[in-house]
């Protein structure tokens, strides 16, 4: 195949159209992941009535803000007594890591103008984690909008339900609320484990989490255990990340 027509999207198996059967795989792997992610929103909900925030302050602030961990931090600072600034301060620093996801999803959404300040408010965890498993962009594309416009219409929704019953729930954990999310990025990362690259970043990423949760703030950790994509890709050389030629467009 010749460089000219490798770099059109029509012939390029990066950009190779879905297949119907793919498609649905691809519908049905972002609606698993954002409804068991979207139901963890009504703990928010709950959480930031407990926290003195009012139903209205507590939907606002699922909507505009729409990150979990940095949602979780300010309402846990503010329900501790803790000052506006601190909340933000720390919430800031949660976020951080969209902005590291931002430099992965960018390159497989492509996306300008309007559409790309909508793709930079869904770049979440979940949203990303499904992109970047794909074996495609446009595989990559669909996972990415389903499962971030999935997550941020229940997540909202829960977060309304939430605020609304308050207390009456109890604890996320009883109902097994805390785990879903957890689950769901079980399930996806699995079957990525087929090389001893990514087996080795998981055990270490596994060993800095468990390491550091104890000691630092929630979500800190998280931001961490991207030292050890960095540590295995720099010591791996890249091989790994070897393309093929008719891969360079």
């Given at each position: 195949?010749?460089?000219?027509?490798?770099?059109?999207?029509?012939?390029?198996?990066?950009?190779?159209?879905?297949?119907?059967?793919?498609?649905?795989?691809?519908?049905?792997?972002?609606?698993?992941?954002?409804?068991?992610?979207?139901?963890?929103?009504?703990?928010?909900?709950?959480?930031?009535?407990?926290?003195?925030?009012?139903?209205?302050?507590?939907?606002?602030?699922?909507?505009?803000?729409?990150?979990?961990?940095?949602?979780?931090?300010?309402?846990?600072?503010?329900?501790?007594?803790?000052?506006?600034?601190a909340a933000v301060a720390t919430s800031t620093l949660?976020?951080?890591?969209?902005?590291?996801?931002?430099?992965?999803?960018?390159?497989?959404?492509?996306?300008?103008?309007?559409?790309?300040?909508?793709?930079?408010?869904?770049?979440?965890?979940?949203?990303?984690?499904?992109?970047?498993?794909?074996?495609?962009?446009?595989?990559?594309?669909?996972?990415?909008?389903?499962?971030?416009?999935?997550?941020?219409?229940?997540?909202?929704?829960?977060?309304?339900?939430?605020?609304?019953?308050?207390?009456?729930?109890?604890?996320?954990?009883?109902?097994?609320?805390?785990?879903?999310?957890?689950?769901?990025?079980?399930?996806?990362?699995?079957?990525?484990?087929?090389?001893?690259?990514?087996?080795?970043?998981?055990?270490?990423?596994?060993?800095?989490?468990?390491?550091?949760?104890?000691?630092?703030?929630?979500?800190?950790?998280?931001?961490l255990t991207v030292l050890a994509?960095?540590?295995?890709?720099?010591?791996?050389?890249?091989?790994?990340?070897?393309?093929?030629?008719?891969?360079?467009?």
């Open positions: 195949m010749s460089a000219a027509a490798a770099g059109h999207e029509g012939e390029h198996a990066a950009y190779a159209p879905l297949a119907d059967e793919q498609r649905r795989a691809v519908l049905r792997q972002s609606l698993s992941v954002g409804v068991a992610t979207g139901a963890y929103g009504i703990s928010f909900g709950a959480l930031g009535v407990a926290s003195g925030l009012s139903i209205l302050q507590t939907v606002a602030l699922s909507v505009l803000l729409f990150s979990g961990g940095s949602q979780f931090a300010v309402v846990g600072i503010l329900g501790a007594g803790g000052t506006g600034p949660l976020g951080l890591r969209n902005g590291l996801y931002a430099l992965q999803t960018s390159r497989i959404l492509g996306v300008a103008g309007l559409r790309r300040l909508l793709a930079a408010h869904v770049t979440i965890d979940e949203s990303t984690a499904v992109a970047v498993g794909q074996e495609n962009r446009h595989a990559g594309r669909l996972g990415f909008w389903a499962t971030g416009l999935t997550v941020f219409a229940l997540w909202n929704l829960m977060t309304l339900v939430g605020a609304y019953v308050g207390n009456a729930l109890g604890e996320p954990e009883r109902w097994g609320l805390d785990a879903a999310a957890a689950a769901a990025f079980t399930a996806l990362l699995w079957p990525r484990l087929r090389s001893r690259d990514a087996a080795a970043t998981m055990v270490l990423a596994v060993a800095i989490a468990l390491l550091t949760s104890p000691l630092l703030p929630v979500g800190v950790p998280v931001i994509a960095a540590v295995i890709g720099l010591s791996g050389g890249g091989r790994h990340e070897r393309v093929d030629p008719e891969d360079v467009a």
